[in-house]
C-alpha cells in the first residue's frame, strides 16, 4: 500500500470513529451541553449592557469555542467521507 492509501484509509477510520463518539451518550451529553452553553452566551449577549466589552468578549469566545469544536469535527467526518470516495474510485478502477 502507498502511503497516499494508507493517509486515506486513516482519515475514513478516524471519520467512522467521530461519528460512533458522537452516537455515543458521552458524545450526545458534549454536543447537547456545548448547545446548552452556546445558548445561554447568545442569551447574556443579547442582554448584556453594550459598553461591557469584557462581558461581550467572553461571551463571544464561548460561543466560538462550541462553534470551532462542531467544525472540527464535521471537517473531520467530511475529510472521511471524502477519503473513502476516494479509495472507493481507485477500487473500482482497479478491478
Request: aromatic share 6%; hydrophobic share 40%; charged share 25%.
Amino acid at each position: 500500500m502507498t502511503n497516499e492509501t494508507n493517509a486515506l484509509i486513516e482519515a475514513a477510520v478516524f471519520s467512522e470513529q467521530i461519528k460512533s463518539f458522537l452516537m455515543s451518550d458521552l458524545g450526545q451529553y458534549i454536543l447537547n451541553k456545548g448547545d446548552l452553553e452556546r445558548d445561554e452566551a447568545l442569551t447574556q449577549l443579547a442582554t448584556v449592557d453594550p459598553t461591557d466589552v469584557k462581558t461581550i468578549t467572553k461571551l463571544q469566545n464561548d460561543i466560538k469555542v462550541v462553534e470551532l469544536v462542531k467544525y472540527w469535527l464535521s471537517d473531520a467526518i467530511e475529510q472521511g467521507l471524502q477519503a473513502q470516495n476516494t479509495l472507493d474510485a481507485h477500487s473500482v478502477h482497479y478491478e
